[in-house]
């Protein structure tokens, strides 16, 4: 089945610890997107790859880093700058000129 | 710039109700206009979408036409039940491929 997938679903760490959120698929797409949401909120945009090997930041990128070295990968790292890590993270793909595809989300519980 | 307003929630509407959420946007050019439905504690799916003047995007009793001369993409439905309850999205990409979302809409409808 073509599609993205994120792991895990639940991330929980401690303070001041790096964490890294995986975003995979394999619907052969050239764009990829990280967001973040905060309870009630919208879609905020952390960082977008229009293809392998080049990234842009979002919104805000502060505190997060992310590397497009395959095509079908998108990994992002919560550091320990982000000063307010815990969210529910979503990834998404797209082909050109058309609509975002999103894959389940990661929630990351840092305490 | 590329923006899009939607109508502030929360709804809370009764079974067989009409639904109107109302969304406006601000883009240079001609964008792709999409609306997207989340469920608790998942992605984002694309419910419909229209990417030329005067389109009706429509999915599941769901509908909306794109209005430029408006500059808007209200979504309708004649009909809720109750498994409609979720949060919808309004959001346009650019010819650039970004995507702008509105802040979300939440709907609710009680049996």
């Known amino acids: 089945d073509g599609g993205i997938t994120q792991s895990p679903k639940y991330l929980f760490r401690k303070e001041g610890q790096n964490v890294t959120l995986s975003c995979e698929q394999n619907?052969?797409?050239?764009?990829m997107y990280w967001y973040r949401q905060d309870p009630g909120q919208g879609l905020r945009l952390i960082y977008y790859s229009q293809i392998v090997n080049d990234f842009q930041k979002g919104d805000i990128a502060e505190g997060y880093s992310v590397s497009r070295e395959k095509k079908e990968s998108f990994p992002l790292t919560v550091t320990s700058a982000q000063k307010n890590p815990t969210a529910f993270y979503l990834c998404?793909?797209?082909?050109?000129?058309?609509?975002?595809?999103f894959g389940p989300g990661t929630r990351l519980t840092v305490t | 710039g590329n923006s899009v307003t939607q109508m502030e929630g929360p709804v809370t509407l009764s079974e067989e109700a009409f639904l109107t959420i109302n969304c406006t946007y601000t883009a240079t050019g001609y964008p792709s206009l999409f609306w997207y439905v989340q469920y608790p504690g998942e992605g984002l799916q694309l419910l419909l979408k229209a990417t030329k003047a005067d389109d009706k995007g429509s999915n599941k009793g769901f509908e909306a036409t794109y209005r430029k001369e408006t500059t808007s993409f209200h979504l309708e439905k004649g009909s809720v039940q109750v498994s409609d309850s979720a949060v919808y999205f309004c959001?346009?990409?650019?010819?650039?491929?970004?995507?702008?979302f509105g802040t979300g809409t939440s709907l609710t409808v009680i049996p």
């Open positions: 959001a346009l990409s650019d010819p650039s491929n970004q995507f702008y």
């Open positions: 619907l052969n797409h050239d764009a």
């Open positions: 998404a793909s797209s082909p050109r000129r058309d609509e975002q595809y």
